[in-house]
């Protein structure tokens, strides 16, 4: 299964809100801290942009106000096209200035996460994870264990997310197993999440830059392919390569 991956960063989201259709412009309107509207500007431009991508569809402010990102009742964020459901799963997540959007078919069960890699107290390793996964992080080097320990954080967000849950649920309930603890390298390992009461998700997991990435979903999935952004030439706008 094909799994397709955008990240922008707060410089690219354009500082004029000619992109956002009425209803967001609404919603963004409402928020009173500064922080909250960047964060979203952020995340929105982001699904917004691989949407586009991955539709085929160009990049223009006037295509992008038809795309619109609105929660399921479950808070996981769906994409519409024209007021009409598109033909698309997405997952968003977003940190330290930089969010990103994953996109697959429809029907499939998909998370993301995004997290910058930070030191963690022994007592966030006890209370949220699992005996299995507190042995692996005493295993590795004490130089790779802040790594290591976000990397299970994030394996377990990304599939509370592709179970629709997020963090309502017992993060001790989906136990991570990467197939390679290696930190040596910056492209995509393996990794698998077992949820206690249901299914196995496949993921895949990268770092760069201090920055921990990974995607997981219900059916195995091959290495996330970058979207392509559009060109711009002139007045004219590229579709997506």
């Known amino acids: 299964m094909e799994v397709y991956w955008l ?3 707060e410089a690219d989201v354009p500082a004029e809100n000619a992109w956002l259709s009425a209803d967001e412009i609404a919603r963004l309107n409402g928020m009173r801290f500064a922080k909250r509207r960047t964060d979203w500007r952020l995340g929105r431009w ?6 586009a991508c991955y539709l085929n569809l160009p990049a223009h402010p006037h295509v992008l106000r038809r795309i619109e990102i609105r929660p ?3 808070g996981a964020p769906e994409g519409f096209l024209a007021n009409q459901p598109a033909v698309v799963t997405i997952s968003l997540s977003h940190r330290a200035g930089r969010a990103v959007c994953a ?10 996460d995004l997290e910058a890699i930070e030191p963690h107290s022994d007592a966030f390793l006890s209370d949220y994870f699992t005996a299995e996964e507190q042995t692996l992080v005493t295993r590795v080097p004490a130089t790779d264990r802040a790594r290591l320990l976000t990397l299970l954080w994030s394996a377990k967000e990304s599939a509370l997310k592709a179970l629709r849950t997020g963090l309502r649920l017992d993060t001790r309930s989906v136990i991570v197993s990467p197939d390679d603890e290696s930190f040596d390298f910056n492209g995509w390992s393996r990794l698998q999440v077992r949820y206690i009461d249901g299914p196995i998700f496949h993921g895949w997991w990268q770092h760069t830059d201090n920055i921990m990435r990974t ?3 219900n059916s195995p999935l091959d290495s996330p392919i970058p979207l392509k952004i559009p060109v711009y030439l002139s007045d004219r706008v590229a579709l997506c390569t």
């Open 103 to 112: 996109v697959a078919q429809s029907g499939v069960d998909l998370g993301c």
């Open 72 to 74: 399921a009742p479950s």
């Open 7 to 9: 990240e922008q960063t």
């Open 46 to 51: 982001t699904a917004k942009r691989a949407l």
């Open 215 to 217: 995607v997981v979903a």
